[in-house]
T-cell receptor
Framework: QKEVEQNSGPLSVPEGAIASLNCTYS??????FFWYRQYSGKSPELIMF????GDKEDGRFTAQLNKASQYVSLLIRDSQPSDSATYLC???????????FGAGTTVTVRA | GAGVSQSPSNKVTEKGKDVELRCDPI?????LYWYRQSLGQGLEFLIY????????KSGLPSDRFSAERTGGSVSTLTIQRTQQEDSAVYLC????????????FGQGTRLTVV
């Protein structure tokens, strides 16, 4: 079982729609969860982090965490063409904090 | 420094040559990662340094790959006898210690083996 798994893409959504990205993790002791965005040809950059169960909103982005289900998601509301990128879920391990990344989900927002 | 710095930005080398890639992490960051990313692919973990602990080398693809971190700061990734399949972008990231700290990435080194 991979440490971090993301729903397979690519994901294509029309402009203005909601893009929903999912991530599951295997380390039940993990405490924090990160979402990175990577534009083509660029390095990953952090866009959201969440530590507590429930929802966390930041602008058009909402992260949702359910530790009991070992599930974290990212919603992008009112999707814009500039949101077209690959989104990576990252989870540090509970014993040495090493970050494990999912394979990423590529999102394309159609104008 | 202000961010993670990698050098060189681009490197073209002949098959069979050795190459060294450098990473200068954010000052004070105890954790340092090396990843490899081939075109259109995800991040491939290579090695993880955390403070004075023994590095996690579980991602190194062969014994041609090695990395060191001197004085808990600068790191060098060395690839010996390069092969064409080593062509990729090599990314370095650093973070502070603890479970709630994000990793910051450098701009990467694009390696091309011809």
């Amino acid at each position: 079982q991979k440490e971090v798994e993301q729903n397979s893409g690519p994901l294509s959504v029309p402009e203005g729609a909601i893009a929903s990205l999912n991530c599951t993790y295997s380390d039940r002791g993990s405490q924090s969860f990160f979402w990175y965005r990577q534009y083509s040809g660029k390095s990953p950059e952090l866009i959201m982090f969440i530590y507590s169960n429930g929802d966390k909103e930041d602008g058009r982005f909402t992260a949702q965490l359910n530790k009991a289900s070992q599930y974290v998601s990212l919603l992008i509301r009112d999707s814009q063409p500039s949101d077209s990128a690959t989104y990576l879920c990252a989870v540090p391990s509970s014993n040495d904090y090493k970050l494990s990344f999912g394979a990423g989900t590529t999102v394309t927002v159609r104008a | 420094g202000a961010g993670v710095s990698q050098s060189p930005s681009n490197k073209v080398t002949e098959k069979g040559k050795d190459v060294e890639l450098r990473c200068d992490p954010i000052s004070g960051h105890t954790a340092l990662y090396w990843y490899r990313q081939s075109l259109g692919q995800g991040l491939e973990f290579l090695i993880y340094f955390q403070g004075n602990s023994a590095p996690d080398k579980s991602g190194l693809p062969s014994d041609r790959f090695s990395a060191e971190r001197t004085g808990g700061s600068v790191s060098t990734l060395t690839i010996q006898r390069t092969q064409q399949e080593d062509s990729a972008v090599y990314l370095c990231a650093s973070s502070d210690r603890g479970p709630n700290t994000e990793a910051f990435f450098g701009q990467g080194t694009r390696l091309t083996v011809v």
